[in-house]
């Protein structure tokens, strides 16, 4: 008997540690099979192939006519499931058909604000050195309408809705934009051509529509285009798809110019170091038809422009501006400024605290090595 019982605990407990162990591989077997599944999941998603995203143009009945993001237009039909779409809508389609699968709500994908420039400058005119006739006449053309514009409806004119400053780098373009706006106590808007057609790369027609927008939310305001050419040049030929961007850009601009009021608070500005290459289009009557040249500057204004640059300066008595302004021949405003902040260096680099003759001359050879050198890289560039 007492063998018996034994030998049948022993066998109870071996019943028992197998009956745990399978249940422990059942454990194991069902968590296996749960990532077996997970992981097939995760792949059948991976082999589901993209779906395009694109804009609603027109809906008729079951079918309606999309634009894809790179500008192309296509008449396809609308799936069962999708339900209704309006044109506008923004919707999922299928790559290889174009079928409208879903539509989506986008969120606005950008901020606009957070993509410009925006403020409210304090340039004065007194900050500008020569460019008397300059500054005159975009007094006339943006000053002038933006204070008193019953004097235009008086007379009977309609001031130009922009201008164009055109002329070397470094001449004080954006200085004078800044000065306008500083004086109409306008909102400056910035944007920079060549970013809003790279940066923004199926956006830029878009975000000009929002400038604008934002330019008339906060008028009276200043539009400022800088390297106005990155979007606005010549082309021969609307080959790729980045030019179609580029150039639906620019229609864009040209639709924003061509749909306000002249005598609307917001004005264009518009610059560029190549005029010769700007498409005509631009700079058509009713558009941005003032050309203002912004020069280099020659003696007398030279000599205004190292004066403002110099005048917080603690110079030494022998510095002489006359006599190094004539040393300056053929340099730019901003090169102009920067003779001033090396020849501050100079004299800080020996612990004087007033600048003399020498730093200026030491600086101004430095600036045209600069400029030299610049040129010398230009020319094994481009020959
Ligand atoms: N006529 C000027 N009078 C005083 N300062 C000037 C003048 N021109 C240029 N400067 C100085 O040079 C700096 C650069 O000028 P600005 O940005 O206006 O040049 P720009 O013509 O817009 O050049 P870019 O074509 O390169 O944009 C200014 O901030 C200013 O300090
Ligand atoms: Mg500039």
Redesign the pocket.
């Known amino acids: 008997m007492g063998a018996n019982t034994k030998e049948k605990n022993i066998l109870d407990s071996v019943i028992y540690s197998y009956s745990s162990d399978t249940s422990q591989m059942s454990e194991e077997n069902r968590i296996l099979k749960e990532t077996v599944s997970k992981l097939k999941e995760e792949l059948d998603r991976f082999k589901v192939p993209p779906l395009m995203v694109s804009e609603v143009r027109n809906v008729f009945g079951k079918d309606a006519i999309i634009r894809l993001p790179n500008g192309n237009q296509f008449y396809v039909r609308i799936s069962e499931e999708c339900g209704k779409v309006k044109a506008g809508d923004i919707v999922l389609t299928d790559q290889k058909n174009l079928t409208i699968i879903k539509k989506i709500v986008i969120t606005r994908q950008f901020d606009i604000e957070s993509f410009v420039i925006m403020e409210k400058p304090k340039v004065s005119w007194k ?5 008397s006739i300059q500054a005159q006449e975009i007094k006339e053309v943006v000053e002038l309408p933006l204070k008193k514009p019953e004097l235009f409806k008086k007379i009977g004119i309609t001031p130009p809705k922009g201008i164009l ?1 055109y ?10 934009a ?1 000065a306008v706006a500083s004086s109409t106590n306008s909102t400056f808007i910035e944007v920079v051509g060549s970013e809003l057609v790279q940066k923004f790369i199926g956006e830029g027609a878009k975000m000009v529509k929002e400038i604008f927008e934002l330019a008339r939310k906060k008028a009276p305001s200043i539009v400022f285009i ?2 106005l050419d990155a979007l606005a040049a010549k082309r021969i030929e609307v080959g790729t798809s980045g030019e179609r961007e580029v150039n639906r850009t620019f229609m864009q601009l040209l639709a924003e110019i061509d749909g306000f009021e002249p005598l609307d608070n917001v004005k264009i500005i518009g ?3 190549r005029k010769d290459i700007l498409d005509p289009a631009v700079i058509r009557p009713g558009r941005l038809d003032r050309l203002i040249h ?1 020069p280099i ?1 020659k003696n007398e ?1 030279r000599l ?2 190292l004066k ?2 110099s005048r917080n300066m603690s110079l030494s008595k022998d510095v002489g501006l006359n006599g190094l302004s004539a040393q300056m021949k053929d340099l ?3 090169e ?2 920067a003779v001033c902040t090396e020849a501050g260096y100079f004299a800080i680099r020996e612990n004087r605290t007033s600048v003399t003759r020498k730093d200026f001359l030491k600086a101004i050879d430095k600036v045209k090595r600069e400029e030299d050198a610049e040129g010398e890289d230009y020319m094994k560039m481009f020959g």
Do not use: Q, V, W
């Open positions: 900050d500008i050195g020569g460019l400053l002329g070397d780098p470094g001449t004080g373009k954006t200085l004078l800044k800088d390297e610059a560029t170091n912004i500057p204004a205004e422009i403002i640059h730019s405003g901003a102009i400024k």
